[in-house]
């Protein structure tokens, strides 16, 4: 998979789909995801996995745990893509 | 890699035993209801069997083997071997091995190993039981694989309260001039110690009055990525190298380790899940006992009459794995006994 195809956008759009919170409309890139009330530590393992499912990337507990917002993840996935 | 192959050695029987308390994480309280909602249809887990604190996983191998001695006539100089794998033994020591021998009456002359290992369990106990029959000529010998997980648990840590559950197993093998071969492949990767693991009771961190009792962490999410890393490369390199397919593969047996982690192995591994078995919603993850507790509630009844070809995988604290691919049947998977 190319880094260049998944804009943030799309990202964001997959981030959604790990949750059933209808609230996620107004998620953005500046969005703390610990902040999120669907937050916990299986949502957590439900987004490594979906990482894993979508783009082959793997996040450790140390990245995911180093992270604040979706940015963050946003550059750690699209950086192993490169990589 | 540790890939070999052991012939001559067949399984005869695959019984269980789990403590009669059975909890519904729908009623846990360290998880609010929606949680626990979430928890149940994402992880899979639903019941889980919580042993007393009178009942140790060497008592529910010996209920396990005790069944079995009845109902299929065993006597206690049958036996010429016996393995205990537990990480949740009765005492620091001795080892398990040397109660059960008194218990059961085993003779003086068994040869006895205890194996300190996790989820993997199952499959380093079969290879290193089937080895040691292989190689000394003993005819018979009993496979004692169970933990009581639930016993060394934070009760307020929501990350391992509703996954552990307790049982025990005992496997039954013998010498056969008809023995197919059974393969194995086994390894582990000592950089992921601190994934699974009791941190103090042990002689590094002893316990101090202050801690309180020692309890299990576990780092979910490395638990998850050392599992993909491994565990797949492990049952590609075994139908490999032992020259089958997957789709020579009757039912993949996995560790039961959560939902969401093994359809993740499936999918990875292009298995559809009507070929590996669960008991996670029934019997949760119950560490090395997940693999013989799913072989005798699954498929236990078919195996009676039939023979299948399977591939056993298992994977945890270590970090450590191991898969089998073994052809199994007729053989004796009595009713789950309860205590």
């Known amino acids: 998979m190319n880094s260049k195809d998944i804009t943030t956008e799309a990202f964001i759009e997959d981030f959604k789909k790990n949750f059933d919170d209808p609230i996620l409309e107004d998620i953005s890139v500046s969005t703390r995801f610990r902040d999120l009330a669907e937050w916990s530590s299986l949502q957590a393992l439900v987004v490594v996995t979906s990482f894993e499912d979508n783009y082959a990337v793997t996040l450790s507990g140390a990245e995911l745990e180093n992270s604040e917002t979706i940015a963050d993840l946003y550059s750690i996935v699209i950086s192993k893509i490169k990589s | ?339």
């Open chain 2, 1 to 339: 890699m540790a890939f070999f192959q052991i012939p001559g050695i067949e399984i005869k029987d695959v019984a269980a035993a789990v403590p009669t308390n059975s909890v519904d994480n729908m009623d846990l309280e360290c998880l609010g209801y929606t949680d626990r909602m979430n928890f149940v249809q994402k992880i899979g887990i639903r019941n889980r069997r919580v042993a007393p604190s009178n009942l140790c996983a060497s008592d529910l191998c010996i209920a396990a083997t005790q069944h079995l001695f009845k109902l299929r006539g065993y006597h206690q100089d049958d036996f010429g071997a016996l393995i205990f794998v537990t990480q949740t033994p009765d005492y620091l020591l001795p080892g398990n091995c040397t109660f059960v021998q008194n218990r059961l009456g085993l003779s003086n002359s068994t040869y006895m190993l205890d194996i300190n290992q996790g989820c993997a369990g199952y499959v380093y106990g079969l290879a290193t039981l089937a080895g040691v029959l292989y190689s000394t000529g003993i005819e018979r010998g009993l496979l004692l694989v169970g933990d009581t997980v639930t016993r060394i648990l934070a009760q307020s840590d929501n990350t391992t309260v509703p996954i552990f559950s307790d049982a025990g197993s005992a496997t039954v093998l013998e010498r056969s001039a008809n023995g197919n071969v059974m393969y194995f492949n086994l390894g582990a990767d000592g950089t992921g110690t601190n994934v699974i693991r009791v941190e103090h009771g042990g002689s590094r961190n002893p316990v101090d009055k202050n801690q309180g009792a020692p309890y299990l962490s576990m780092k979910g999410i490395d638990v998850l990525n050392y599992s993909i890393r491994h565990v797949i490369p492990n049952i590609s390199q075994l139908l490999d190298l032992s020259g089958y397919d997957k789709d020579h593969v009757d039912y993949f047996v996995f560790h039961q380790a959560n939902r969401i982690l093994n359809e993740c192995l499936y999918k990875k591994l292009g298995i559809s899940s009507e070929k590996a078995p669960e008991t996670l919603g029934v019997f949760g993850n119950t560490s090395c006992a997940t693999i013989p507790l799913t072989i005798n509630h699954c498929i236990g009844k078919y195996l009676e009459t039939s023979t299948v070809k399977l591939v056993l995988s298992g994977f945890g604290v270590g970090f450590s794995w191991g898969s089998a691919l073994i052809e199994l049947g007729p053989v004796h998977c009595p009713d789950i006994v309860e205590i």
